[in-house]
């Protein structure tokens, strides 16, 4: 159940602003035309504007969260004289003018005595209950005074006697658009909202809320929408915030890189910011450095300066003295790496090769095996000290990321080196990715399958076996915390006279992953594989090639993996599996590409299988780093243990360790 370094673990899939509650709105709903018609009825009036506001709330918003742009506040008109209100009210009084009591009334509202202001409009309705302006007043009045109900009830008793009746019963269900909003009664909110702009025209506030509504509602395309014409209109931090928001929940990042490039304001510096965290959820960490992320993450701080690296590893491989046994040693391995454009790196490495597959007994099931026993006429070689290999890995990495490497056998054997490496590409969305690849490697699991072998009968060398093919992997997260991972893989193995076969192979599996602290994850799932050859070269005679090629191989693993938390100055990965295996090894001839009627009889088995590896790395200082790894597993037909150690210099200083530095840059 492999869960490669650089692939997505069921985190959250985009970066996006913190979950946003409603906000404080800086700027209540608005209304028109405070005044009455004809300003003479005031002292020296100024001509009120368009649009005016209540009082700004006072609540503060945590700088996460979209803050409301305010609007001007409205021009005070000059206020009336108490002398001269008295005189007004006198004069209404004694000859009932509903004229007169109606200036009071506005005069009183000027000064901010709405429950005064409403008593005089109230005053001139008794007097000429068909009075418009005074209707008006008294219903604004009872809005700035919070009375939603009474205002309301007298615009929908009054409201077409008095046009501006109508911009009022817009504010109105603004007004309880917000009271709604603010309960995260969205729906309700949207629909009162939409109401008022039936009304009159929307405050940008007002459009900010209808934007926000929008997006709690998952209508993302809607809330892009009302917010881009905002962000157009007047470039805000709080605007570029919405509309990166709602276009990230569509995927739509082109957009958002078109409108940032095409207007000038924050969106394209909160974009970059963003991306470079939408990067390092997905474990992009060259992308994300690329991006910017050393301004987020501290860990991501010279992040892709070059470094080498020296070390070793040992492998060893249980089996036949002579055959199927292998011990190998790589020392040293020296490796490198280097980013020499954004979003790429170039890593190299090459190692000193030792191999030992300890003392072949005379008369070994071994080259031209003879029908009857005689003395080997070469003697065979088990041991090689000197042999080289090497490869180079390019590269880029994106949400669709390319990569190839290129490298050979080890040289120095019978044969002589063939190329072997991988060229394949990977796509990521908000759930996981999809990769394919093709690939060819060498077969490691004998010195006559890795480098081949000399023929102890004729002096023949043959072997030296590569499978080239195709694979394509899944990763899906589908649900919160259950992943799947598919692959499905196909290739064609051959070397120097031996019998080409074909491999089969596909794996299933299904994890959990726990939240632990300290950890990145820690996740238990269940995976099940199959695999098949078209034929048996489990053996070492002349046209085999001495590799493990069951004609069906089943297994069911209970496995674990864990990786600690990135960032440290420490960080260590591990994986533990128990499970059951049975395959089939079918009969095969001797000699497969010239069969002389001897046969090697089938073999089948069931028997449990096993592994647990675990590797580390540790900051000496903020330049050396010290690495290990450690590995065992019981497999179907033999068992193989691993160790390792290593050391890597970076040319700049690291502010902490990530899962790509892990290990030496082996392919």
């Known amino acids: 159940m492999p869960r490669p370094a650089a692939q997505a673990t069921p985190r959250s899939p985009v970066f996006l602003p913190a979950d946003i509650p409603a906000p404080a709105i800086q700027a209540t709903p608005t209304t028109t035309d405070i005044l009455p018609g004809d300003a003479a009825l005031l002292a020296e009036p100024t001509p009120s504007p368009s649009r005016s506001q209540a009082t700004p709330s006072r609540r503060t918003l945590p700088t996460s969260k979209p803050a409301q ?43 901010g005595e709405y429950s005064s202001a409403g008593m005089w409009f109230n005053q001139a309705l008794e007097w000429n209950p068909g009075y418009g302006e005074a209707a008006y007043g008294l219903a604004f009045s009872k809005f700035r005074e919070g009375d939603l109900s009474s205002a309301e009830a007298i615009v929908n008793f009054r409201g077409d006697s008095y046009p501006k009746m109508r911009v009022l019963k817009g504010d109105i269900s603004s007004r309880r658009a917000v009271e709604a909003y603010e309960a995260k009664n969205y729906t309700r909110s949207r629909e009162l909202m939409l109401q008022a702009s039936q009304s009159r025209a929307l405050s940008r506030n007002e459009q900010t809320v209808l934007a926000w509504d929008y997006y709690y509602l998952k209508d993302y395309n809607k809330s892009a929408e009302l917010f881009e014409k905002l962000y157009r209109a007047s470039p805000s931090e709080a605007a570029a915030q919405g509309l990166y928001a709602s276009l990230a929940r569509t995927g739509n990042y082109d957009k958002v890189d078109t409108i940032g490039a095409t207007t000038k304001g924050p969106l394209k510096k909160m974009y970059g910011t963003s991306e470079a965290k939408r990067y390092f959820k997905a474990d992009l960490f060259i992308a994300a450095a690329g991006a910017g992320g050393e301004k987020v993450y501290r860990v991501l701080e010279n992040y892709a300066t070059p470094s080498v690296a020296m070390g070793f590893q040992f492998w060893s491989k249980s089996g036949t003295e002579g055959e199927g046994k292998l ?4 020392i040293p391995v020296i490796s490198g790496r280097i980013y020499p454009t954004n979003k790429t790196m170039i890593s190299a490495q090459i190692s000193r090769i030792t191999l030992n597959s300890g003392d072949m007994p005379n008369g070994a099931q071994v080259g031209q095996y003879p029908v009857t026993f005689q003395n080997y006429a070469v003697t065979p070689t088990t041991s090689y000290s000197n042999l080289y290999d090497f490869s180079v890995h390019f590269e880029y990495q994106d949400w669709i990321t390319w990569y190839a490497t290129f490298g050979i056998t080890p040289s120095g054997g019978p044969l002589n080196a063939k190329p072997v490496g991988n060229l394949g590409m990977m796509y990521r969305d908000e759930k996981g990715y999809v990769q394919a690849e093709l690939y060819a490697k060498a077969v490691k699991q004998s010195i006559l399958s890795y480098i081949g072998m000399q023929d102890p009968y004729t002096g023949k060398n043959w072997g030296a076996v590569t499978e080239s093919g195709a694979s394509v992997s899944i990763f899906r997260s589908i649900a919160p915390r259950w992943t799947i991972y598919v692959n499905g893989s196909y290739g064609v193995l051959d070397g120097t006279d031996v019998k080409e076969n074909s491999h089969l192979s596909g794996t299933a599996a299904i994890a959990y992953e726990f939240t632990a602290k300290n950890f990145e994850y820690i996740t238990l799932g269940l995976a099940a594989s199959y695999e098949s ?14 590799y493990f090629s069951p004609e069906y191989l089943g297994q069911v693993l209970i496995q674990g993996q864990f990786l600690t938390s990135e960032g440290r100055k420490w960080i260590a990965s591990g994986s533990l599996g128990l499970g059951v295996q049975n395959n089939k090894q079918a009969a095969s001839p001797y000699f497969p590409l010239k069969p002389d009627g001897r046969i090697f009889p089938a073999q089948e088995s069931s028997t ?54 892990l290990g030496l840059d082996r392919p």
């Not at 109606?102 to 000064?111: E, S, V």
């Not at 011990?327 to 790589?330: G, H, P, V």
């Not at 050859?533 to 090639?545: K, S």
């Open 608 to 661: 449990a299988i096993g592994l647990i590896s675990v590797q580390g790395a540790y900051m000496l200082s903020p330049q050396w780093l010290i690495g290990g790894e450690l590995g065992y597993a019981v497999t179907a037909d033999y068992n193989e243990g691993s160790i390792g150690l290593f050391v890597r210099y970076f040319f700049e200083p690291r502010n902490g360790l990530l899962r790509t530095d």
């Open 533 to 546: 050859f078209d034929n048996n070269q489990n053996h070492f005679t002349y046209g085999n090639g001495g």
């Open 327 to 330: 011990n190998m040693a790589a």
């Open 69 to 111: 742009t305010v609007e001007p506040a409205p021009r005070q008109e000059p206020q009336v004289s108490q002398a001269q209100i008295s005189s007004w009210v006198t004069q209404a009084t004694e000859k009932q003018d509903s004229n007169l009591a109606t200036k009071a009334g506005w005069a009183y509202f000027n000064r």
